[in-house]
T-cell receptor, first 115, second 114 residues
Framework: DVKVTQSSRYLVKRTGEKVFLECVQD?????MFWYRQDPGLGLRLIYF???????EKGDIPEGYSVSREKKERFSLILESASTNQTSMYLC??????????????FGAGTRLSVL | AQSVTQPDIHITVSEGASLELRCNYS??????LFWYVQSPGQGLQLLLK??????LVQGIKGFEAEFKRSQSSFNLRKPSVHWSDAAEYFC????????????FGSGTRLLVRP
């Protein structure tokens, strides 16, 4: 089974702090994604990466950056956390070929509270 | 614009009753369609997917969904709901031209009455 692991289930940070959310997948997937989930809004794509050191903006990239130095790891960075970034963050991965690239596997999520 | 609409925010059914969750999409090309389930405090788990072929697809946990191109719909069904099915359900659309991205609906929360 594909395993996508997010390093923290819950995080509490202060406004202005730099926050790192880490995600690791064990299936050698090319594609990795960061989503933000808010009630009534579903999942919104923040950034995705289709290869090491490659990244593309999703629908709501403002206030976020990402890093992918190794294939298995995709980090989401909040340079200066703000209260409106309080949310559930979900990481996902998919393989790079054919239909499979559309099948995303998700981690358990990180619930971030910014105070 | 590409979008997914799940018109029901909440649905409550009795245990043992049948279930249908609605999903409508707007997509410019041939859609790939997905249903995911999210149990409380968990990530999303893939229930089923449609790429091509038979428009009635079977998934895990006894769920099925039917693709109706003429109605731009991909409704999820289960003939007999179990208490463990209480969760949030998300419909999503992607495709060959989507740059790997999926577009998600806003979700439907299923409550199951004993």
């Amino acid at each position: 089974d594909v395993k996508v692991t997010q390093s923290s289930r819950y995080l509490v940070k202060r406004t202005g702090e730099k926050v790192f959310l880490e995600c690791v997948q064990d299936m050698d997937h090319e594609n990795m994604f960061w989503y933000r989930q808010d009630p009534g809004l579903g999942l919104r794509l923040i950034y995705f990466s289709y290869d090491v050191k490659m990244k593309e903006k999703g629908d709501i990239p403002e206030g976020y950056s990402v890093s992918r130095e190794k294939k298995e790891r995709f980090s989401l960075i909040l340079e200066s956390a703000s209260t409106n970034q309080t949310s559930m963050y979900l990481c996902a991965s998919s393989s790079g070929t054919g239909y499979s690239k559309n099948i995303q596997y998700f981690g358990a999520g990180t619930r971030l509270s910014v105070l | 614009a590409q979008s997914v609409t799940q018109p029901d925010i909440h649905i409550t059914v009795s245990e043992g009753a049948s279930l249908e969750l609605r999903c409508n999409y707007s997509y410019g090309a041939t859609p790939y369609l997905f249903w995911y389930v999210q149990s409380p405090g968990q990530g999303l788990q893939l229930l089923l997917k449609y790429f091509s072929g038979d428009t009635l697809v079977q998934g895990i946990k006894g769920f099925e969904a039917e693709f109706k191109r003429s109605q731009s719909s991909f409704n999820l069904r289960k003939p007999s709901v179990h208490w463990s099915d209480a969760a949030e359900y998300f419909c999503a659309v992607g495709g060959m031209d989507s740059s790997y991205k999926l577009i998600f609906g806003s979700g439907t929360r299923l409550l199951v009455r004993p």
